[in-house]
């Protein structure tokens, strides 16, 4: 789980929190179940028999992987569309091609992040680059769905092309846990995703026997979910490990420690950490549509099958039926 690092992270930033400001206790832990998406690799549903009102702004988080592919195995999506909300592909291991009918387009791999705005509408598609279907290799990444307001469902579709070089580093107090800030700001390191709705996005890695608290707008709800390792929650010391999401409570501070020892093909707990504002308007969502009211889910799946999302650039081919609506990635 490479992403992106630093070689001494003594030098960098120190997160620093206040004593008297009060921890995040857990709500709720529960565990991701394991499923296929796209044309069948694994995932889990981070947020699988969560309440969306415990998630909002977020919708659906899926862990894509850690699976290591032979030769001709690595899979990706087929071309389909998205209304309503954002598209986050965050890469930690392999690599993932983007396209789509608004013109947005990349490679991503090794902590680089794909954020797409579906708002309107559009078509696209992720799946390895073809040298890597043919080579194989692991595989590893995130999908977050982040929900728009009303006033922006249907703004103009966007593409954010995030480089890993250019994610926010700093560390803990002691330097025992690297924080990556992909979007939002934390203790004054900021990410640099663009966002329509106020969140925070951090992936960090805690070392074993570490612990690490870090500030959180108190106005945003808080996501801990393990990607691998074994660990503890909040103050409390809640027991969490892969796979697993907690939903934490209101505060100022949230506390994440590494037990000390840790399964030999990861060395640290690696934990990405989420949290938004609110959003509190309805939520509609049918297979790769968010919107407000069952209506606008039908308006959305007429003006598809009208083909008013847009067209497959002529440079790709077709990766198997647009007409899927199943919520992948």
Do not use: C
């Amino acid at each position: 789980m490479p992403a992106v690092t630093a070689p001494d992270w003594t030098v960098l930033p120190r997160v620093v929190t206040v004593p008297e400001h009060e921890d995040r206790a857990v709500a709720t832990i529960t565990t991701a179940p394991s499923g296929y998406e796209g044309e069948g690799f694994p995932v889990r549903r981070a947020f699988a028999g969560v309440d969306l009102r415990a998630l909002d702004p977020f919708i659906h988080l899926d862990q894509m992987g850690e699976v290591e592919y032979a030769p001709g195995e690595p899979k990706g999506t087929p071309w389909h569309p998205h209304r309503g909300f954002e598209t986050v592909t965050y890469m930690l291991d392999g690599v993932f091609d983007h396209a789509d009918s608004h013109g947005g387009g990349g490679s991503i791999t090794d902590g680089d992040t794909q954020w797409m705005t579906a708002g309107a509408g559009l078509l696209h598609i992720e799946a390895p680059p073809e040298w890597l279907v043919a080579q194989g290799g692991l595989f590893h990444g995130l999908q977050l769905w982040v929900n728009l307001p009303k006033t922006q469902k249907l703004a103009t579709p966007r593409y954010q092309d995030l480089r890993s070089s250019e994610v926010g580093l700093a560390t803990s107090h002691d330097a025992g846990a690297l924080i990556r800030v992909i979007a939002g700001d934390v203790d004054g390191v900021t990410g640099p995703g663009s966002t329509h709705t106020p969140m925070a996005m951090v992936h960090a890695s805690v070392s074993p026997g570490a612990s690490m608290t870090i500030p959180w707008r108190a106005d945003f709800n808080a996501l801990v979910y393990v990607m691998s390792g074994d660990g503890t929650v909040s103050a409390a010391r809640r027991p969490l490990r892969t796979g697993q999401l907690a939903v934490l409570g209101p505060g100022e501070t949230i506390t994440v420690a590494a037990d000390p020892r840790q399964e030999s093909r990861h060395p640290s707990l690696e934990v990405v950490i989420l949290g938004g504002l609110p959003i509190r308007e309805p939520v509609a969502w049918a297979g790769p549509f968010v919107m407000n009211t069952k209506a606008e889910v039908l308006a959305a799946y007429e003006d598809f099958n009208k083909g008013r999302f847009g067209q497959i650039p002529a440079q790709h081919v077709p990766h198997g039926d647009v007409g899927g609506s199943t919520p992948d990635a």
